[in-house]
């Protein structure tokens, strides 16, 4: 079992900076997991953002994001990370975490992942 928690949404106003955090702890390694970002907006699918391998070294992005945001981990400390920068108000939506029991990559399918966040809302104003 896995367990992950997602924190540090909030408001922001366009062109401006937020991080998302991602602290995940269980039985299985940490450094086992590949990791990814999603997101969903009111009344839309969830889609993929950005996603990360075990090692860190190879990442993937969502041509919406792709030079805005960047994701990274810190395996030693079981927490992955999404720096958002010059955020647009279509960046609003809830934001999840999740981990996959894979060495494949990338992951860009939510059918992928085997747990689940609870979200974290960022919302961006114009």
């Known amino acids: 079992q896995v367990r992950v928690i997602e924190s540090g949404g909030g408001r922001v106003q366009a062109g401006g900076s937020l991080i998302v955090s991602c602290a995940v702890s269980g039985r299985t390694a940490f450094s086992d997991l590949s990791m990814g970002w999603f997101r969903q907006a009111p009344g839309k699918e969830r889609e993929f953002v950005a996603s990360?391998?075990?090692?860190?070294?190879?990442?993937s992005y969502a041509d919406s994001v792709k030079g805005r945001f960047t994701i990274s981990r810190d395996n030693a400390k079981n927490t992955v990370y999404l720096q958002m920068n010059s955020l647009k108000p279509d960046d609003t939506a809830a934001y999840y975490c999740a981990a996959a029991v894979t060495r494949a990559f990338p992951l860009r399918a939510p059918s992928s992942y085997n747990y689940w966040g609870q979200g974290t809302q960022v919302t961006v104003s114009s």
């Open positions: 990360i391998s075990r090692s860190g070294e190879t990442t």
